[in-house]
């Protein structure tokens, strides 16, 4: 059972984006629209996918979707690495609430102890830093 109430808004800036590889976890989610968040993060390369961390002054490249259904969300957490815990330090990544041109919108972002000394991807946008690599 999935810890949020149905249906909730989240917002993706990696690998769940269009064209990408997970992607398809989001076929029965509703797509609102491509946005930016407010310049106050930094998004770094974990190698095959980024993290984002609520620091800094870069805005993120996001997608924002509706999720409706329950296996949805759970499918999201696993990927994520998010047991349901809030800002638990046995997530991968936890759970913010973000301001958006949709409306409040949920964002995971990486729990610094897995981040290391990754590169910051400084234009806040995971698709160009693929295509760029």
Do not use: C, Q
């Not at 917002?11 to 509703?30: E, I, T």
């Not at 998010?82 to 800002?87: F, Q, R, V």
């Not at 972002?109 to 295509?131: H, P």
């Amino acid at each position: 059972m999935s810890r949020r109430k149905l249906p909730y808004k989240v917002a993706v800036y990696g690998s769940l984006r269009k064209g990408l590889n997970n992607h398809p976890r989001l076929a029965k989610a509703k797509y609102i629209g491509n946005f930016k968040t407010k310049p106050s993060f930094t998004m770094y390369s974990l190698g095959p996918f980024p993290g984002v961390l609520p620091e800094g002054n870069t805005a993120i490249e996001i997608e924002v979707y509706e999720v409706e259904d329950e296996t949805t969300a759970l499918g999201l957490d696993v990927l994520e690495g998010y047991n349901g815990e809030e800002h638990s330090d046995s997530n991968l990544y936890n759970v913010i609430d973000i301001d958006t041109e949709a409306g409040k919108t949920e964002l995971y972002i990486i729990n610094k102890k897995f981040l290391g000394d990754k590169k910051e991807v400084e234009s806040g946008d995971w698709v160009e830093y693929l295509s760029n690599r």
